[in-house]
């Protein structure tokens, strides 16, 4: 159920208990000619059973439960097929839900996919006046924003061609340029922007940046977590349909990175004839230990940690050395550093290595470790001994695109100066 409400005090979107419930496998849909609605039912008379594999339900989303206030940037995350999408559809009118319901107070522009709301036929400028009418927006209105959409999509040239002709490329950037231009009290805004190419990203946040600054409302999609983390201040985690995590949206990513990624930060063996390794050494712990309070369960690009390394050595009077690999989750290896040859007695060994904050690129790593014998001879390998995700942390940027490479030294600004043009 939708209830469009004027009195919400500062609540634009208010959430209860929705569910959407979809039939999978049903056959039969309005589209069916004579021949198909006889096939369909014969099917049932004949074989029962199959009828009732037609029916197969899935929850799209269960009990949803938000409450969105004026001015919030609320960024939805979550895997293909959590739900996003759907919820989307719920609040732009798209699509009903099954039970719940959900109040919104003011006008809501949606753009979920590209040329949503727009009739292939029509040219662009008919277009923005078509979809500027189903906001509620008066024709003078529309006149007075009318140049800044078109300077913002990029289409000058092709204002009056058929949008059926359009790329996707312009086809999101008109239907973007309309739906944030045209002054909605909520602007929602799913993955499409990902069809833009970097220029075009860059002015779509900074235009969704400016439209929540003004106290409008935004809600978007995004996998670029780092452009959700930007822009957002609130953060809702979606999975299988269910809310996971509904917050700040640093504490909901958090949560999000942790669930979906396969971290194995430790390994342990308290028995050493289980452990990894030989006749030579065998391997009783390494850790990865984050030298920084700034997030807790997993890193970023600021933060600074530790590789903690154990291992028995079971032959006296052996010169070891540990020589610790770290790969990006492409095989490319990052670095090889190993410590000084040291002659050990029988028993425990422990090694450690310090890596540096502000000097990884975010991604996915990995890291090998091999103890090395008389400075040549590789005594033991461990292979894929741990797996880290490095998050990303920008400030004082408006460009969220992938840094590339693997390593992302801060650089520090020793002197600099200027010297007047003569």
Not at 333 to 351: E, L, R, T, W
């Amino acid at each position: 159920m939708l209830i469009i409400s004027e009195k919400m005090s500062n609540t634009v979107l208010h959430i209860e208990n929705v569910s959407k419930r979809y039939i999978l496998n049903q056959k039969g849909n309005s589209n069916d000619d004579l021949r198909d609605t006889i096939t369909r039912m014969t099917t049932k008379v004949l074989k029962p059973s199959q009828s009732k594999m037609e029916k197969e339900e899935f929850w799209a989303l269960r009990n949803i439960n938000m409450e969105v206030k004026q001015g919030d940037r609320l960024g939805l995350v979550g895997a293909n097929g959590a739900g996003k999408s759907t919820l989307l559809k719920v609040l732009s009118q798209i699509t009903q839900p099954t039970s719940g319901i959900v109040k919104v107070r003011g006008r809501m522009a949606s753009l979920l996919e590209v040329g949503t709301g727009f009739h292939p036929e029509l040219t662009g400028r008919e277009n923005i006046f078509l979809n500027g009418a189903i906001l509620g927006m008066q024709k003078s209105e529309i006149i007075k924003h009318f140049d800044a959409i078109v300077d913002f999509a990029g289409i000058e040239k092709f204002i009056d061609t058929p949008v059926k002709r359009y790329s996707s490329g312009m086809y999101v950037r008109l239907g973007f340029a309309i739906a944030a231009h045209l002054e909605p009290e909520i602007l929602v805004v799913d993955e499409v922007l990902a069809v833009g190419d970097a220029d075009f990203q860059k002015k779509s946040i900074g235009k969704m940046r400016d439209v929540s600054n003004s106290g409008r409302t935004l809600i978007f999609v995004s996998h670029n977590l780092t452009a959700v983390q930007g822009l957002c201040n609130k953060g809702a985690y979606l999975r299988s349909g269910e809310l996971i995590k509904y917050g700040k949206i640093d504490e909901v990513v958090n949560e999000y990175v942790k669930n979906v990624s396969k971290f194995q930060l430790t390994q342990n063996w308290e028995d050493r004839e289980k452990a990894p390794g030989n006749d030579f050494v065998r391997i009783k712990s390494i850790h990865l230990i984050p030298k920084s309070d700034i997030l807790q369960d997993n890193f970023d690009t600021r933060t600074a940690f530790e590789i903690s390394f154990e291992y028995w050595n079971l032959v006296s009077d052996a010169e070891l050395n540990v020589s610790i690999f770290l790969y990006s989750m492409t095989g490319e290896c990052i670095f090889n550093v190993g410590d000084d040859a040291k002659i050990y007695q029988k028993g425990i060994v422990k090694s450690s290595c310090n890596i540096p904050g502000d000097f990884l690129n975010d991604g996915s790593y990995y890291i090998s470790i091999m103890i090395v014998r008389d400075r040549i001879a590789p005594v033991y390998f461990f292979e894929d001994a741990l797996a880290f995700d490095i998050l990303d942390h920008r400030e004082g940027t408006d460009w969220y695109g992938k840094w590339p490479g693997s390593i992302r030294p801060k650089m520090i600004v020793v002197n600099s100066e200027q010297k007047e043009l003569l």
